[in-house]
């Protein structure tokens, strides 16, 4: 008995949930991402800052904003400075 064929369809389906996994795991990371650059570019950091910033979002795509959430958005907000 071919058993290959009986298990086509499963190993098929399987491979479309772990397709769908990994592009709404990466269309959240591009949220993420687009989002710290809207949050950094609406504050009221100057503009040197806001450079470093964004530069620093590129150079770390996940690292970059999660730094801003977590560190510079309070800094800047602690600061007096409207985020």
Do not use: C, Y
């Amino acid at each position: 008995m071919d058993t290959n064929h009986v298990l086509a369809p499963q190993s098929t389906a399987l491979n479309w949930a772990f397709a769908a996994a990994i592009v709404v795991v990466l269309l959240g990371l591009l949220l993420f991402f687009l989002g710290a650059l809207v949050s950094v570019l609406r504050s009221d950091l100057t503009g040197g800052m806001k450079v470093v910033w964004v530069l620093f979002a590129f150079w770390a795509p996940f690292l970059g904003p999660l730094v801003w959430f977590l560190l510079g958005k309070r800094d800047a907000e602690r600061r007096g400075i409207r985020v």
